[in-house]
């Protein structure tokens, strides 16, 4: 079955470490996204991809860093810079323009999370 | 980026239509309307999304006013299995970017 994949499931941090939260789907999809979410808050953009080698920041981006080298994965860094840490992150893939979906008319598709702490 | 309204929660009986309003006065005319559901500790599930007219999957429906300033989405018989945060999103027709509000806490009661 086609999905999404988010793993660990839960991932402790130290202080002054870095973390990667992996992210991979076998959707097909070309845009990928990683969102934020704290306790009885919605969802924020942390940042997005909409073709490999190519992403954009979005709401939230300090202190986070991304790659995408495959269309498949696309990996979020939470580097020591991000000074609060502590949420549920999200990845989310999405048929995107550069497989002629039009914009705003695609659903996304969620993991499961990765809820992260700090030690 | 548009921004919705929507009622911080509901209650509903099981095997009972719920209808979740959501106010979106600013809505521009390129601008889609979903709707996703989360339940705790998961990631968003996508329900419906539409642009003018109402929709139907085997999820729910999706009422838009004529005005498009608000929408309605409406199950028909509600389930335990329903009961989840549902958040009303308006993503504009020049950004794949979801923004998300607080969404409207369901209860559904046996």
């Known amino acids: 079955d086609g999905g999404i994949t988010q793993s660990p499931k839960y991932l402790f941090r130290k202080e002054g470490q870095n973390v990667t939260l992996s992210c991979e789907q076998n959707?097909?999809?070309?845009?990928m996204y990683w969102y934020r979410q704290d306790p009885g808050q919605g969802l924020r953009l942390i940042y997005y991809?909409?073709?490999?080698?190519?992403?954009q920041k979005g709401d939230i981006a300090e202190g986070y860093s991304v790659s995408r080298e495959k269309k498949e994965s696309f990996p979020l860094t939470v580097t020591s810079a991000q000074k609060n840490p502590t949420a549920f992150y999200l990845c989310?893939?999405?048929?995107?323009?550069?497989?002629?979906?039009?914009?705003?008319?695609?659903?996304?598709?969620f993991g499961d999370g990765t809820r992260l702490s700090i030690l | 980026d548009a921004k919705t309204t929507q009622p911080n929660s509901m209650e509903s009986n099981e095997e009972e239509p719920v209808h979740l309003p959501c106010n979106h006065s600013?809505?521009?005319?390129?601008?889609?309307i979903h709707w996703y559901r989360q339940l705790p500790s998961q990631g968003p599930e996508y329900v419906i999304h539409?642009?003018?007219s109402n929709v139907n999957n085997r999820m729910a429906s999706l009422a838009i006013a004529e005005d498009r300033k608000s929408s309605t989405l409406i199950l028909h018989r509600a389930t335990l299995r329903d009961a989840a945060v549902y958040y009303c999103?308006?993503?504009?027709?020049?950004?794949?970017?979801?923004?998300f509000g607080k969404g409207t806490k369901l209860t559904v009661n046996p």
């Open positions: 999103i308006l993503i504009q027709g020049g950004s794949e970017k979801l923004v």
């Open positions: 600013t809505i521009s005319g390129t601008d889609y």
């Open positions: 539409g642009l003018t």
């Open positions: 959707l097909n999809h070309d845009a």
């Open positions: 989310a893939s999405s048929f995107g323009r550069a497989t002629g979906g039009v914009r705003g008319n695609q659903p996304q598709h």
């Open positions: 991809s909409q073709i490999v080698n190519d992403f």
